[in-house]
């Protein structure tokens, strides 16, 4: 643990090398595939625990590489180099009573079609092998697939994909725990966050998915996947309405896909954006009881901890009156996440937006000062 935390420090502070990877990253990525195949989940965890309170760009380096060789694995058959990666596309969806679980998925011929549509609307290569897992994923499923875990249902999915023989998938069939228990009652305006998870099995060389290098070429090919993965969700939401509902309450149900990513960076922002619709309605109930409009109010945003884990705090303001209140986990980069609150909040029409260094036990607040702008 303390080498591999050592080694991350070292190539985050380190130079590019002539091939443009940072000195000593292959052998960091070789440290950390040979955890994920000793299915060694303590000594990454463990490590990342060390830098994120030693060393903030160490640990986003080792998170990411971490990640990285998680979600995506380069397998050979025999002279052929084949790449395999686990996706997750997140979907939020309101109902009354919330989801059964039982009746989720149970069309199997509306499921079929949608896994065939990812290929029709391009957002996956002719060429490849796609599969999704006919099971639909609640966050606190995603949560519980550790690293090593994800490594091998990624070689569970290669080995079904390519050898006819192989019959179980029992890393695969181990993630699907079952959901916890909702509790909502039958009238309950209820609003879940789900993931479809599924992999993707493509030969490296595959065109299809070569980004290009200059950087304006590179950002209209993300566009443009945008733009078909906008198109493939506005025409498959009957048909998943009908996957989570069935056809007598699929009118009922309204759905809001997210973008389909890699497993870990599709499930950072699925529940960041849960996360932060609860700290949106948490603020609008607040208001709503006080009686103000978000508009007369200033919104003051401060770091804080909770059980060791660091949160952004927020309070909506009239004079120095706290009117509604809210925290919200923070997972990843702290500014990006301060100025998506920030624009969260303007949705509500907040105009003011303070940063604090905390808030007092009285909510008093401690070096108030003008909020930069993004």
């Known amino acids: 643990m303390r080498q591999l935390a050592a080694l991350a420090t070292a190539v985050a502070a380190g130079t590019a090398a002539a091939d443009g990877q940072q000195v000593g990253q292959p052998e960091l990525e ?3 595939r040979n955890c994920l195949r000793q299915r060694d989940d303590e000594t990454l965890y463990e490590a990342l625990e060390q830098l994120r309170f030693e060393d903030e760009r160490g640990h986003a380096l080792l998170r990411q590489t971490v990640e990285d060789a998680a979600d995506m694995l380069l397998l050979r058959r025999g ?3 084949f790449e395999i990666n686990a996706f997750l596309i997140p979907l939020l969806v309101r109902t009354r009573g919330g989801l059964q679980a039982s009746r989720v998925l149970a069309d199997g011929d509306s499921f079929d079609t949608l896994r065939t549509s990812l290929q029709q609307a391009k957002l996956e290569s002719e060429r490849a092998r796609v599969v999704l897992v006919h099971h639909l994923y609640h966050p606190e499923e995603i949560d519980a697939i550790s690293y090593s875990e994800l490594e091998a249902m990624n070689r569970d999915a290669f080995a079904s994909l390519t050898d006819r023989k192989v019959m179980s998938v029992p890393a695969i069939e181990r993630s699907m725990r079952g959901w916890p228990e909702a509790g909502f009652g039958a009238d309950d305006d209820v609003l879940e966050l789900r993931f479809l998870l599924g992999f993707s099995l493509k030969e490296v060389d595959d065109p299809f998915y070569k980004i290009p290098t200059e950087e304006t070429a590179a950002d209209a090919y993300f566009e443009q996947r945008a733009e078909r993965f906008r198109n493939w969700s506005t025409q498959q939401s009957p048909l998943m309405r009908q996957c989570l509902t069935g056809s007598s309450e699929a009118g009922s149900c309204d759905l809001h896909f997210l973008y389909q990513d890699l497993f870990h960076g599709a499930k950072q922002a699925g529940n960041a954006e849960y996360r932060m619709l609860q700290m949106l309605s948490e603020l609008e109930q607040g208001l709503a009881a006080s009686g103000a409009d978000a508009s007369d109010t200033r919104a003051v945003l401060a770091m804080g901890e909770d059980a060791g884990d660091a949160v952004l705090m927020v309070q909506l303001r009239r004079d120095d009156h706290v009117l509604a209140s ?4 923070i997972d990843g980069d702290l500014q990006e ?29 401690l070096r108030e000062r003008a909020m930069p702008r993004a």
């Open 79 to 81: 002279e052929r180099e």
């Open 337 to 365: 996440q301060l100025f998506d609150c920030a624009g969260s909040l303007a949705s509500l029409g907040v105009a003011e937006f303070r940063l604090a260094d905390g808030f007092g036990t009285d909510g008093s607040v």
């Open 30 to 32: 070789r440290m950390i």
């Open 326 to 329: 809210a925290t919200q986990l």
